[in-house]
């Protein structure tokens, strides 16, 4: 079936640095992609969503100029934590839908990754 | 009141027993997944539901879009099985989704 994967699944980096997420849709074509948050024993919030070819579409709260975005293959979306801080350190996940999957529209989840910036 | 709430949220079993989880949403849906995260892991993808019953080994989803409603069942539940479970909503004909917090369960040997 079709994979979403996600790297690194794990990150270490230093405040002040900034470390790119890739999120890649192994045997499909995903026009559109999205980013989540888990914030601390809360549940996953969308953060942003991702189209191939265009700007990403943020939500409220979710600084574009912090967490860049790029979309730039149909297989390829990449979240980019800018001049990271310690409470950048959550768990990302993305997910990727396209109409052209063998089982119709549906979606995929990545495996996640944690960030930890010390 | 959260468009998607899921009971208990936190659930400790016996080796063996049988499990349910049920999510309970306020939205109109495109799908239903239910995921599985391992303490400090990565998610897997449980399930994909829109209607009816699925069923993968031990694990069985149930969902009921009349009353907004879905149940994850384990059966002859193992140590293994211990994790956060998570439902994941997609809403309003598009691709977005809203995540429940989870069901914490741990199944002592």
């Known amino acids: 079936g079709a994979v979403v994967s996600q790297h690194p699944s794990r990150v270490i980096c230093k405040s002040g640095t900034s470390v790119k997420i890739e999120c890649r849709s192994l045997d499909f074509q995903a026009t559109t992609m999205f980013w989540y948050r888990q914030f601390p024993k809360q549940s996953l919030m969308l953060m942003a969503t991702s189209n191939e070819g265009s700007k990403a579409t943020y939500e409220q709260g979710v600084e574009k100029d912090k967490f860049l975005i790029n979309h730039a293959s149909l297989t390829l979306s990449t979240l980019t934590v800018t001049s990271a801080h310690p409470e950048d350190s959550s768990f990302y996940i993305c997910?990727?839908?396209?109409?052209?999957?063998?089982?119709?529209?549906?979606?995929?989840f990545g495996e996640g990754s944690w960030l930890t910036v010390v | 009141k959260n468009e998607v709430e899921q009971s208990p949220q936190n659930l400790t079993a016996q080796e063996g027993e049988f499990i349910t989880i049920n999510c309970s949403y306020s939205?109109?849906?495109?799908?239903l997944h239910w995921l599985q995260q391992h303490p400090g892991g990565g998610i897997v993808s449980l399930f994909m539901l829109s209607s009816g019953k699925k069923k993968h080994g031990r694990l069985i989803a149930t969902i009921n879009i009349q009353e907004k409603h879905s149940s994850l069942h384990i059966t002859a539940s193992h140590p293994r099985d211990s994790a956060v479970y998570i439902c994941?909503?997609?809403?309003?004909?598009?691709?977005?989704?809203?995540f429940g917090t989870g069901t914490r369960l741990k199944v002592l040997a």
């Open positions: 997910s990727a839908s396209s109409p052209w999957t063998a089982s119709g529209n549906t979606i995929y």
């Open positions: 994941a909503v997609g809403y309003g004909g598009t691709y977005k989704y809203i």
């Open positions: 939205v109109g849906i495109s799908a």
